[in-house]
């Protein structure tokens, strides 16, 4: 197990520098960062002596040395629309996306995989099928369609909800939460469901494949045949062989949750990073965007290693090296 770790953190540092050149080489090619830091006004001679401080006139390897150093140590650069630390402000906007992923993430496990498990044993019943066609409603709509809809009916026509916003939040030191809150947890509701119903979606289609192909079997017709009662056959077997690929796909699908809030930021005006990189690539702020990549991928990295650790728990057949006791 402890080889495996080290294995696992040598390649994700493998993949953090190779996500870190993307980053450099891409937005290297955006634009003069100078053009976005000064005005008509400024001087040859000025314009001169930023790039000296910036080090853009030093040779490409060091700027890219410079650059994933001062990742490594949490300096991610000063914004050049808002003149601030980059590091600072995705502090500020960090806790808004982690608790909207998380919300949908839970709603979409909660929802997910006990409607899986219902379409996969009650086939015929008008409850699955409504839940297939929920399930085809959320594949097939847009993101930005499914959160608009939500709010024509639950902000604009009922008033139940808030349409945008974060609510009232309390401040905890360095993290900000809407949980502790009622008009908090409220903003919470219309954003966490359109964020998580394709995955809902995902994970109760995945969930009902997989039960269906288990349940087809030969060791749960043998567990039939010692008169298990059917409980004890669908969840103490069948569905604890089903989560392994969904545990898979669900960290998958929670580094997606978190790339990809951008849409349902956008439409809610939800105070997050997805909102605050959004306003980056109008303005063509290079540090936020490239701080941006830099911690999806980190959090995808992460995410992954907690899944592969995760196998071995949920099925003990699985061993770490690839080969089964």
């Known amino acids: 197990m402890l080889a495996f770790v080290i294995r696992r ?3 994700s540092v493998v993949v ?14 955006i634009g003069d960062p100078v053009d976005q830091m000064v005005g008509l006004e400024t001087t040859l001679e000025e314009r001169a002596q930023l790039r000296e401080q910036l080090g853009l006139n030093d040779p490409l390897p060091v700027q890219f040395w410079h650059f994933v ?5 949490g300096n991610l650069g000063i914004s050049y629309q808002f003149k601030r630390p980059v590091a600072q402000m995705i502090g500020e906007r960090l806790p808004a996306t982690l608790e909207l992923s998380f919300v949908s993430a839970v ?3 909660v929802a997910g995989i006990p409607m899986g498990v219902y379409t996969a044993l009650r086939r015929e019943s008008w409850l699955s099928k409504m839940f297939l066609t929920v399930s085809l409603v959320g594949i097939s709509l847009p993101t930005f369609l499914i959160g608009i809809l939500l709010i024509f009916i639950f902000s604009v026509n009922l008033q139940w909800l808030p349409s945008f916003g974060r609510g009232q939040v309390v401040d905890l030191g360095w993290w900000t939460t809407g949980f502790l809150t009622a008009s908090g947890l409220k903003a919470l509701i219309l954003p966490s469901i359109t964020l998580g119903l394709f995955q809902m979606t995902l994970i109760m289609r995945l969930v009902r494949s997989e ?9 749960i017709k043998f567990a039939r045949a ?8 669908h969840f103490g077997h069948a569905l604890k062989n089903t989560m392994v690929p969904v545990i898979t796909i669900t960290g998958l699908q929670l580094g997606s949750i978190i790339a990809f809030a951008i849409i349902t930021e956008t439409v809610f005006q939800w105070p997050g990073m997805g909102l605050l990189f959004l306003q980056a690539v109008q303005n063509v702020d290079i540090p936020i965007m490239a701080a941006y990549l830099l911690l ?4 995808f990295v992460v995410i992954n290693l907690i899944v ?12 770490i090296g690839g080969a089964e006791a």
Do not use: H, W
């Open 9 to 11: 953190l040598v390649q």
């Open 16 to 29: 953090m520098l190779v996500v870190s050149l993307i980053a450099f080489v891409m937005f290297r090619f």
């Open 69 to 73: 150093s001062k990742a490594a140590q």
């Open 107 to 109: 709603f979409a496990l």
């Open 211 to 219: 039960m269906l192909e288990v349940l087809r079997t030969d060791y």
């Open 226 to 233: 010692r008169g298990l009662k059917n409980r004890a056959v």
């Open 296 to 299: 999806i991928a980190f959090l």
């Open 308 to 319: 592969d650790l995760l196998y071995v728990v949920v099925d003990p057949r699985i061993r």
